[in-house]
């Protein structure tokens, strides 16, 4: 009688063991058990909120003389600038500007003109950008122009229909940049002329 009992016992603590690994397995492939998930699911919406709330905050100037972005907005900011909100809105501020644009009586004389800036305007560095963890981590101005040496920045689609749109309208168009002339203005018209920014009237450096 006492073999059987113990074969029993035996049986039981294999099938105890063999269901605790398979709920190991399985709380493994869903990224942990439910409160470790419901933290984490809880730690991301609380960054998110406090991302968008800096956002908004820096948009309308009230933090003040920052160096970098607080960590916990990474992912806000990477979503937004790699997920289309940023393309969005992009597009949606060009078409009010190009309806603005197209009210604007232009003078027989030919000289209305328009002035777009370059940097993530007329062509983006958001590739650069995603390096430096979309500003969390400090600018360094010689990465920034070891990467306008490259000749690589694209052109915002959206921004490139209003060059091309207001040039028809009519406007003289001037391009803006902070970039210094002396060592990057050939640099900087080869990437405008590759990125379709052609028939303006200067390159202002």
């Known amino acids: 009688m006492m073999w059987k009992i113990r074969i029993l016992q035996a049986v039981v603590a294999g099938l105890t063991y063999l269901l605790a690994l ?4 399985v709380e493994s492939q ?3 058990p439910p409160q470790q998930k419901s933290a984490e699911k809880s730690e991301r919406e609380a960054n998110e909120r406090f991302g968008l709330s800096w956002r908004v905050a820096v948009e309308a100037n009230n933090v003040r003389r920052w160096r970098t972005v607080p960590p916990q907005c990474y992912h806000h900011l990477q979503n937004y600038m790699c997920a289309g909100q940023y393309e969005r809105d992009l597009s949606l501020a060009v078409e009010h500007i190009l309806l603005y644009a197209s009210q604007i009586p232009l003078s027989p004389d030919g000289m209305d003109a328009w002035i777009l800036d370059v940097d993530d305007t007329c062509i983006s560095n958001v590739s650069y950008y995603k390096t ?4 969390c981590d ?23 229909l209003l060059f091309n749109a207001l040039k028809e309208r009519g ?5 803006l940049t902070g970039r210094d002339q002396a060592t990057l203005s050939a640099i900087t018209t080869h990437n405008l002329h590759n990125q379709g920014f052609v ?7």
């Open 199 to 205: 028939g303006y009237q200067r390159l202002i450096l």
């Open 22 to 25: 398979l709920t190991k397995v």
């Open 171 to 175: 406007f003289k168009l001037f391009l």
């Open 132 to 135: 430096k963890r979309f500003g």
């Open 30 to 32: 869903k990224g942990g």
């Open 138 to 160: 400090p600018f360094e101005s010689s990465t920034f122009k070891a990467w306008i040496m490259k000749e690589m920045c694209p052109a915002n689609p959206a921004v490139r």
